[in-house]
Nanobody, 124 residues
Framework: QVQLVESGGGLVQAGGSLRLSCAASGRTLSRYAMGWFRQAPGKEREFVAALTWTSSITYYADSVKGRFTASRDNAENTVYLRMSNLKPEDTAVYYC?????????????????WGQGTQVTVSS
């Protein structure tokens, strides 16, 4: 069993930056791909970013490409999402998740364990 705890969310003005963290406990995350998703009110959960355990392969949603950077510290069992040039449309609850495979997935169904989420609000 894996427990994931996200942190780092908050209120930021458009153009600002935040760094989200996702700390895992209960089991090492090594060898498993990790992903970040987000869900805005009234919308479905959508893919944001994903990376392999070596970070050699990373995927990003087109909407965040060039602004968001996912990374991980396997020794610390922690995954990060650096978000820059934030826009009001980035407002959502952000979730990290552990993939059920070694390869990063873009589908919600490709992930086995989920955190509780952290709120990110971008004001215009």
């Amino acid at each position: 069993q894996v427990q994931l705890v996200e942190s780092g969310g908050g209120l930021v003005q458009a153009g600002g930056s935040l760094r989200l963290s996702c700390a895992a406990s209960g089991r090492t995350l090594s060898r498993y791909a990790m992903g970040w998703f987000r869900q805005a009110p009234g919308k479905e959960r959508e893919f944001v970013a994903a990376l392999t355990w070596t970070s050699s392969i990373t995927y990003y949603a087109d909407s965040v490409k060039g602004r968001f950077t996912a990374s991980r510290d396997n020794a610390e069992n922690t995954v990060y999402l650096r978000m820059s040039n934030l826009k009001p449309e980035d407002t959502a609850v952000y979730y990290c998740a552990v993939s059920s495979s070694l390869l990063p997935k873009t589908e919600v169904t490709g992930y086995r364990y989920w955190g509780q989420g952290t709120q990110v609000t971008v004001s215009s």
